[in-house]
């Protein structure tokens, strides 16, 4: 239908969203309806009244195509690219990283599904395609689109802030589509604007019959029409357009024949039209829906075996037909006309026209994933050079990080591949790909290939993948067991893949298999490792027992930081023991954790993965909570809850990642206990989560005024130290002292905290020892004690516990009737709980330096000190003179981010621009 009729409203709503686009305001916009509602018309009037003031860029998912790797993101992208100049210009910087979704060989990710290094890239292409002008993205049957590409649009549509971006969407209802799940990480977004375009009404209905027609219909006629489509005009445009072709008046004598044709309009009124035009028109009509929209002419002439000269006159009959558009590429009209020409087609003719096409493709030299595009809707048939096209495509959608692609394209090629040729390699390359989207599925198939390889290290490296994938379905006895038997297995000189399946058989342990004794055995690795990964990931993993056990933290932290020198450790295992080693530096409250972060991060915004990019914000954001930069932790820990729920499993990893999130909003002040107790949830998790699960339930509990409760959580989080190493044995005393304090049973809170006091002080790091003195010198009413934590914590990174520190010294001496004294240390606290982001010990500082008789303001005291380290992380940056997106490349943050943290900035330091920071800043001594 070439009209708009009765979509006043929603073009209107539409103009309302492409203008606050245009204004830099982002927009997600999704279009909704059933088939044939007019979304698409929607969504080209929109593109035709941006054309001149946005960039306008459009991509189409197409059923046939669910498995094309980011085959929705290249519609949209890859004609941006095609000028070598302009390519390099747009993948520069952080963008580059996207590369590898272009085909560029040199650039690519560490075998992670979906990558997050893929999509941080695409990112930033977008963005810097959205520098030169505004940018609307349309992209319609979002149901069809391919995984990979909804991943980067759900990753997307999270960061289009003050972004000058339209993100523009198509859905059907009612259509499962390729991943129910992501499409309701979109849609449900809560930035998302849903546009529900309604059927016509009667009066609608009339006014397109007539202007078809080419006469008013009467009641009766305008009745059983609208019945009929129910007011789609979709469905009544292909009635229509029948009614036209047999002559028919619209008046009461053919009501019968509206009734007739009745709601099946499309599949019949197509296949009627189709039937009328010549051979030829009806070859090429199908040709296409085998290929898909957007096929190539030779390629539809060759299927169609029609000459290429005679191809215009088939696809201009056909495009006055109604079934194709009448513009290049070739394209249906609409979904449902190809639908209806493609199941005309019997099974068996659509499959031998997709295996005749795969041949085509590949003659012509097409794209592997083109052809094993095609293969994957044919039968198999144990050609090789199937097989081989198909393990092509597979290893290029992994190294453009398209996880479900290539465990499509590997399981086709494991189909097609003879069960009596040498299969350990394809298997171990299916099995490694399907850990990111099926881990029983990779068990099974990384079970075989540990069975079928011969070779000593890939044996190693399936059965390593093998026990991870076990580990996270739950069956850590069988993880363990397997490591055990290829350790077992490996010949003498392979002495460090032995000692990297050990360091796995002691880390699932952690996840409760096996015996927690047996961790004693890593006593013996508590020396400098060797220089393979093997060494260090036992050093990473004795470093982390000594911790949970009986080392001091000067010597765990300097086993952690030689097991990660030189990043083998990080290269060889980025998603699992290389955090045991990083966790301990947190512990140990080592300065030297944030240049360790800094590289891990880096490389994982380059070539990491979803599930390891994950993982690192879930502890990157329990080492800013730990030192307190506690806006920072809330953003890490958002940003993995939500890569998680992109990835869709690691359910223990969720846990601890909301466990981390409860205790960092509850510092804040954000959110009261109540709710973090319900979101925290009353069951243990379990596996590796219980010990950090347990001790924040133990502080919210307190909180809450449930003492008696927490008193219970905090006696099963001393069974659970006692039964496995944890490092909780440095600090559940005092919590569950905390809790007895608000039960009046001060004299066993005393002699509880006592004892942890004894061990705190052999461990020796900042964060416990300091936190155990604050609590027992706030018990005993002892200066001195507070006195002492003060001093242990204050040149050390905990600044938040340094702050809880000060604030406990100035509440004892206020009580003590010792208010003048009282107020620096109050003051001071103000300052530090301020500048950490913790509003709830701030509120409760304040309230004490009213009681001393002091007025303090509301904020803390202006300047530098009462920046949080992120934002005087990008005010040196805009200091120095880099722009907004060079300070967010740099730091791997969204610009908007740069911009609150600026605007924060600016007030604390009582400045107006970024042209005043060098003076500000060089005013400090």
């Given at each position: 239908?070439?009209?708009?009729?009765?979509?006043?409203?929603?073009?209107?709503?539409?103009?309302?969203?492409?203008?606050?686009?245009?204004?830099?305001?982002?927009?997600?916009?999704?279009?909704?309806?059933?088939?044939?509602?007019?979304?698409?018309?929607?969504?080209?009037?929109?593109?035709?009244?941006?054309?001149?003031?946005?960039?306008?860029?459009?991509?189409?998912?197409?059923?046939?195509?669910?498995?094309?790797?980011?085959?929705?993101?290249?519609?949209?992208?890859?004609?941006?690219?095609?000028?070598?100049?302009?390519?390099?210009?747009?993948?520069?910087?952080?963008?580059?990283?996207?590369?590898?979704?272009?085909?560029?060989?040199?650039?690519?990710?560490?075998?992670?599904?979906?990558?997050?290094?893929?999509?941080?890239?695409?990112?930033?292409?977008?963005?810097?395609?959205?520098?030169?002008?505004?940018?609307?993205?349309?992209?319609?049957?979002?149901?069809?689109?391919?995984?990979?590409s909804l991943l980067f649009l759900a990753y997307l549509a999270r960061r289009l802030e003050s972004q000058p971006i339209l993100l523009l969407m198509g859905l059907r209802d009612a259509e499962p589509g390729t991943d129910p799940a992501l499409l309701g990480e979109i849609t449900h977004d809560p930035a998302a604007i849903s546009v529900r375009p309604r059927p016509l009404s009667g009066a609608g209905v009339a006014e397109f019959i007539e202007e078809r027609l080419g006469m008013a219909p009467d009641g009766?006629?305008?009745?059983?029409?609208?019945?009929?489509?129910?007011?789609?005009?979709?469905?009544?445009?292909q009635l229509v357009t029948a009614l036209r072709s047999e002559g028919v008046r619209p008046d009461a004598g053919h009501v019968g024949r509206v009734k007739a044709i009745g709601p099946q309009a499309v599949s019949r009124t197509v296949l009627l039209r189709l039937a009328r035009l010549p051979a030829e028109a009806?070859?090429?009509?199908?040709?296409?829906?085998?290929?898909?929209?957007?096929?190539?002419?030779?390629?539809?002439?060759?299927?169609?075996?029609?000459?290429?000269?005679?191809?215009?006159?088939?696809?201009?009959?056909?495009?006055?037909?109604?079934?194709?558009?009448?513009?290049?590429?070739?394209?249906?009209?609409?979904?449902?006309?190809?639908?209806?020409?493609?199941?005309?087609?019997?099974?068996?003719?659509?499959?031998?026209?997709?295996?005749?096409?795969?041949?085509?493709?590949?003659?012509?030299?097409?794209?592997?994933?083109?052809?094993?595009?095609?293969?994957?809707?044919?039968?198999?048939?144990?050609?090789?050079?199937?097989?081989?096209?198909?393990?092509?495509?597979?290893?290029?959608?992994?190294?453009?990080?398209?996880?479900?692609?290539?465990?499509?394209?590997?399981?086709?090629?494991?189909?097609?591949?003879?069960?009596?040729?040498?299969?350990?390699?394809?298997?171990?390359?299916?099995?490694?790909?399907?850990?990111?989207?099926?881990?029983?599925?990779?068990?099974?198939?990384?079970?075989?290939?540990?069975?079928?390889?011969?070779?000593?290290?890939?044996?190693?490296?399936?059965?390593?993948?093998?026990?991870?994938?076990?580990?996270?379905?739950?069956?850590?006895?069988?993880?363990?067991?397997?490591?055990?038997?290829?350790?077992?297995?490996?010949?003498?000189?392979?002495?460090?893949?032995?000692?990297?399946?050990?360091?796995?058989?002691?880390?699932?342990?952690?996840?409760?298999?096996?015996?927690?004794?047996?961790?004693?055995?890593?006593?013996?690795?508590?020396?400098?490792?060797?220089?393979?990964?093997?060494?260090?990931?036992?050093?990473?993993?004795?470093?982390?027992?000594?911790?949970?056990?009986?080392?001091?933290?000067?010597?765990?932290?300097?086993?952690?930081?030689?097991?990660?020198?030189?990043?083998?450790?990080?290269?060889?295992?980025?998603?699992?023991?290389?955090?045991?080693?990083?966790?301990?530096?947190?512990?140990?409250?080592?300065?030297?954790?944030?240049?360790?972060?800094?590289?891990?991060?880096?490389?994982?915004?380059?070539?990491?993965?979803?599930?390891?990019?994950?993982?690192?914000?879930?502890?990157?954001?329990?080492?800013?909570?730990?030192?307190?930069?506690?806006?920072?932790?809330?953003?890490?820990?958002?940003?993995?809850?939500?890569?998680?729920?992109?990835?869709?499993?690691?359910?223990?990893?969720?846990?601890?990642?909301?466990?981390?999130?409860?205790?960092?909003?509850?510092?804040?002040?954000?959110?009261?206990?109540?709710?973090?107790?319900?979101?925290?949830?009353?069951?243990?998790?379990?596996?590796?989560?219980?010990?950090?699960?347990?001790?924040?339930?133990?502080?919210?509990?307190?909180?809450?005024?449930?003492?008696?409760?927490?008193?219970?959580?905090?006696?099963?989080?001393?069974?659970?130290?006692?039964?496995?190493?944890?490092?909780?044995?440095?600090?559940?005393?005092?919590?569950?002292?905390?809790?007895?304090?608000?039960?009046?049973?001060?004299?066993?809170?005393?002699?509880?905290?006592?004892?942890?006091?004894?061990?705190?002080?052999?461990?020796?790091?900042?964060?416990?020892?300091?936190?155990?003195?604050?609590?027992?010198?706030?018990?005993?009413?002892?200066?001195?004690?507070?006195?002492?934590?003060?001093?242990?914590?204050?040149?050390?990174?905990?600044?938040?516990?340094?702050?809880?520190?000060?604030?406990?010294?100035?509440?004892?001496?206020?009580?003590?009737?010792?208010?003048?004294?009282?107020?620096?240390?109050?003051?001071?606290?103000?300052?530090?709980?301020?500048?950490?982001?913790?509003?709830?010990?701030?509120?409760?500082?304040?309230?004490?330096?009213?009681?001393?008789?002091?007025?303090?303001?509301?904020?803390?005291?202006?300047?530098?000190?009462?920046?949080?380290?992120?934002?005087?992380?990008?005010?040196?940056?805009?200091?120095?003179?880099?722009?907004?997106?060079?300070?967010?490349?740099?730091?791997?943050?969204?610009?908007?981010?740069?911009?609150?943290?600026?605007?924060?900035?600016?007030?604390?330091?009582?400045?107006?621009?970024?042209?005043?920071?060098?003076?500000?800043?060089?005013?400090?001594?």
């Amino acid at each position: 239908m070439d009209g708009l009729f009765e979509r006043g409203r929603e073009l209107d709503e539409l103009d309302v969203h492409f203008a606050r686009a245009t204004a830099g305001d982002g927009r997600l916009v999704v279009v909704e309806g059933p088939a044939g509602i007019g979304k698409s018309r929607l969504l080209t009037e929109i593109r035709r009244r941006a054309e001149g003031s946005m960039r306008v860029l459009s991509a189409r998912g197409s059923g046939l195509e669910g498995e094309f790797a980011f085959g929705v993101v290249r519609q949209l992208l890859e004609a941006q690219l095609t000028k070598p100049e302009r390519r390099e210009a747009l993948l520069a910087g952080a963008a580059a990283s996207a590369a590898a979704v272009f085909g560029e060989p040199d650039s690519g990710a560490d075998g992670g599904g979906a990558t997050f290094a893929s999509l941080h890239g695409l990112y930033w292409l977008v963005l810097n395609l959205a520098e030169d002008a505004p940018l609307l993205l349309a992209v319609d049957d979002l149901h069809w689109c391919d995984r990979p590409s909804l991943l980067f649009l759900a990753y997307l549509a999270r960061r289009l802030e003050s972004q000058p971006i339209l993100l523009l969407m198509g859905l059907r209802d009612a259509e499962p589509g390729t991943d129910p799940a992501l499409l309701g990480e979109i849609t449900h977004d809560p930035a998302a604007i849903s546009v529900r375009p309604r059927p016509l009404s009667g009066a609608g209905v009339a006014e397109f019959i007539e202007e078809r027609l080419g006469m008013a219909p009467d009641g009766e006629f305008l009745a059983a029409c609208h019945e009929s489509t129910g007011g789609n005009p979709l469905l009544l445009s292909q009635l229509v357009t029948a009614l036209r072709s047999e002559g028919v008046r619209p008046d009461a004598g053919h009501v019968g024949r509206v009734k007739a044709i009745g709601p099946q309009a499309v599949s019949r009124t197509v296949l009627l039209r189709l039937a009328r035009l010549p051979a030829e028109a009806r070859a090429v009509a199908q040709a296409v829906a085998v290929l898909g929209d957007g096929a190539g002419i030779p390629t539809v002439a060759k299927l169609a075996g029609v000459a290429e000269g005679r191809l215009a006159a088939a696809t201009r009959g056909l495009a006055h037909a109604d079934i194709l558009r009448p513009e290049l590429p070739l394209s249906f009209v609409h979904p449902l006309v190809r639908d209806a020409i493609y199941h005309e087609l019997s099974p068996g003719e659509r499959e031998l026209q997709h295996a005749r096409a795969a041949a085509l493709l590949r003659d012509s030299g097409a794209p592997a994933e083109q052809v094993a595009a095609q293969l994957l809707h044919t039968s198999p048939r144990g050609e090789r050079w199937a097989a081989e096209l198909l393990r092509e495509a597979g290893r290029d959608a992994m190294h453009a990080g398209a996880v479900d692609s290539a465990v499509a394209y590997l399981r086709r090629a494991l189909d097609d591949t003879p069960a009596d040729t040498d299969r350990g390699r394809l298997l171990l390359e299916l099995g490694a790909a399907e850990v990111f989207t099926s881990g029983r599925a990779a068990a099974k198939h990384l079970a075989l290939a540990y069975e079928e390889l011969a070779e000593p290290a890939s044996r190693a490296a399936a059965a390593g993948l093998l026990g991870r994938a076990l580990l996270f379905l739950g069956s850590g006895e069988e993880a363990a067991s397997i490591a055990r038997r290829a350790a077992a297995e490996l010949p003498d000189e392979s002495d460090d893949l032995r000692m990297g399946l050990e360091a796995f058989e002691f880390m699932t342990i952690n996840f409760r298999a096996g015996d927690p004794r047996h961790l004693s055995r890593l006593r013996e690795y508590r020396h400098l490792p060797g220089g393979g990964p093997g060494s260090r990931m036992l050093a990473a993993m004795a470093a982390w027992e000594a911790v949970c056990t009986d080392g001091n933290a000067a010597e765990c932290a300097a086993l952690a930081l030689a097991a990660l020198a030189g990043d083998h450790l990080r290269a060889a295992d980025p998603a699992l023991i290389v955090f045991a080693a990083i966790v301990t530096l947190v512990v140990t409250d080592r300065p030297e954790v944030v240049e360790v972060w800094q590289p891990v991060i880096a490389d994982t915004h380059r070539r990491g993965s979803l599930l390891s990019a994950a993982s690192i914000h879930i502890w990157h954001g329990f080492s800013n909570l730990r030192r307190g930069d506690l806006a920072a932790a809330e953003e890490s820990l958002r940003t993995a809850e939500s890569e998680f729920g992109l990835w869709g499993h690691a359910d223990s990893s969720v846990a601890i990642c909301r466990t981390f999130l409860a205790e960092t909003l509850h510092e804040r002040g954000r959110s009261d206990v109540s709710g973090l107790l319900v979101r925290l949830g009353t069951i243990d998790p379990g596996e590796n989560t219980t010990g950090w699960w347990l001790g924040t339930r133990v502080v919210l509990l307190t909180a809450a005024g449930r003492a008696g409760e927490a008193v219970a959580t905090a006696d099963e989080l001393a069974a659970h130290c006692a039964a496995i190493p944890d490092p909780a044995r440095l600090w559940w005393r005092s919590l569950k002292a905390e809790a007895l304090d608000r039960l009046d049973r001060r004299a066993e809170a005393i002699e509880l905290t006592r004892q942890e006091l004894e061990v705190t002080r052999e461990f020796g790091a900042p964060w416990s020892l300091g936190r155990t003195l604050r609590v027992l010198g706030t018990l005993e009413r002892d200066e001195d004690r507070l006195r002492e934590a003060v001093s242990v914590l204050e040149g050390s990174t905990a600044r938040l516990e340094y702050a809880k520190a000060l604030a406990a010294l100035g509440a004892t001496l206020r009580r003590a009737r010792k208010p003048t004294e009282a107020r620096e240390p109050l003051r001071r606290a103000l300052e530090v709980a301020s500048a950490c982001g913790a509003e709830r010990l701030a509120e409760h500082v304040r309230s004490e330096l009213h009681a001393c008789g002091a007025r303090p303001r509301r904020d803390a005291l202006s300047g530098v000190q009462s920046l949080t380290p992120g934002e005087r992380r990008v005010v040196d940056l805009a200091a120095a003179g880099r722009t907004n997106r060079d300070i967010a490349q740099e730091l791997y943050v969204t610009p908007g981010t740069v911009e609150v943290h600026l605007s924060n900035a600016y007030r604390k330091l009582g400045i107006r621009s970024r042209s005043e920071l060098e003076r500000v800043l060089a005013a400090i001594p």
